[in-house]
């Protein structure tokens, strides 16, 4: 078994340049196409009763975590109430708030000077975005703000010495024509702490950075890209974990947890896959580390399975027995809290007994804490345990 494992890690090194080639859900999709109407996953069921009273305003995670990821269009819109009343009679009890998203923008009014500069502030999603954390708090959901930190195509047009540039000239833009920070640039990074100091200040209790990374581009395209914060002699490798470095100090002086999103693909390859991310490093880091092991991600082979997205429970079960091996020998190491799928992305479609086989995978090795991903925001009621009795 060892030695098929093996084999299979060797190939992904070999072709982690062609990566994008082998699977069309690349590993840099973290926002995957919205499944196909209908899918029960994409109607939340209406449910009539009144919120209970409000519990005591959480000061520290909840343990275990079991969160939702909520984008900005769903936490400044009625959608929120009713994700609110899904929490209340479930075991969710935290959710994961867009405050700047891969688009660049804010979801809320900012005071951050690079935030009022760039124009980021222009498409605000929320506007009472107090009174909705008053509200999580109020009814012991844990808020948690993701900040989206490389890609960032507002930023890198506003401000195009902190930007990835063409060797030509210009911006350089990924296969999907969008233009990207240097994350060898410590400014970016700067501007992330900055946003989370705010986000803190207006009421989120944690803060998850998504995209601490490089482009995951093939190296023909990665060959006219310019990253003029480099360090002479700096590796991807080592240019991430000195701005995770950076980030961390700032993140933890606020008093919260400093968490990161990862590749899923992390857990396993024996290489930073030309992105910079490299489980070691990652682990050493942070506080709570994020693999994004969905299964639609995977590549037909990995892990010997013909088709990954139909095994959620083999993937998920061999994605964190590998995190949990490789972090075994590296003494204190950050939580490890994956992302699970929770939509639809070719078939099969993504039904409750799917996720819960994803959940029940982790679980059966420990692994308590878990944040769901659905774009559109967008969760079935019965994925989830109902709320334990006298628990708020």
């Known amino acids: ?27 840099g999709d973290e926002l995957p196409p919205a499944p196909a109407l209908p899918d029960t996953l994409l109607a939340i069921p209406r449910i009539d009763f009144p919120l209970v009273p409000p519990a005591p305003p959480l000061t520290r995670p909840p343990s275990p975590v079991r969160a939702i990821y909520v984008n900005a269009w769903s936490f400044g819109s009625r959608r929120f109430y009713d994700l609110v009343r899904l929490a ?34 222009g498409q605000p999603r929320a506007r009472d975005v107090r009174e909705r954390l008053r509200v999580m708090r109020e009814h012991g959901i ?8 490389a890609k960032d195509p507002l930023l890198a047009s506003r401000k195009p010495s902190w930007s990835v540039r063409h060797v030509d000239g210009g911006l350089w833009h990924d296969r999907l024509d969008f233009a990207w ?26 803060v998850q950075y998504d995209y601490v990374r490089f482009p995951d581009e093939p190296e023909s395209r990665l060959a006219s890209a310019v990253f003029a914060g480099r360090h002479p002699g700096e590796t991807k490798r080592q240019g991430i974990t000195r701005n ?49 092991v969905y299964p639609s991600h995977y590549f037909g082979g990995y892990y010997s399975l013909k088709h990954p997205n139909d095994e959620p429970y083999k993937v998920i079960r061999r994605a964190m027995q590998d995190a949990i091996r490789r972090s075994a020998p590296l003494g204190k190491t950050a939580e490890i809290r994956p992302y699970l799928q929770a939509f639809t992305l070719g078939p099969p479609r993504y039904t409750p007994a799917l996720v819960r086989e994803q959940i029940r995978a982790a679980e059966e090795l420990g692994i308590t804490s878990w944040v769901l991903w659905n774009p559109r925001s967008a969760y079935d009621a019965e994925i989830f345990r109902p709320r334990p009795v006298g628990t708020n």
């Open 142 to 149: 844990h808020p948690i703000a993701r900040i989206v930190v």
């Open 88 to 121: 209340e009679r479930t075991e969710i009890n935290a959710f994961v708030v867009d405050v700047k998203d891969d688009t660049g923008y804010l979801t809320y009014r900012s005071e951050v000077p690079t935030a009022i500069a760039i124009g980021a502030i």
């Open 1 to 27: 078994m060892r030695r098929v494992f093996v084999c299979g890690v060797l190939a992904v090194s070999l072709h982690i340049a062609s990566l994008s080639a082998q699977q069309p859900a690349v590993w």
């Open 244 to 292: 995770l470095r950076l980030l961390g100090e700032r993140t933890r002086a606020l008093g919260v947890p400093f968490t990161i999103d990862v590749f899923g693909l992390t857990t396993s390859a024996p290489t930073d896959m030309g992105i910079g991310q490299m489980w070691e490093d990652l682990v050493t880091s942070a506080d709570v580390v994020l693999p994004m």
């Open 181 to 206: 920070v240097d994350a060898f640039n410590d400014s970016v990074w700067v501007y992330a702490a900055e946003l989370a100091a705010e986000a803190v200040r207006v009421g989120f209790a944690e």
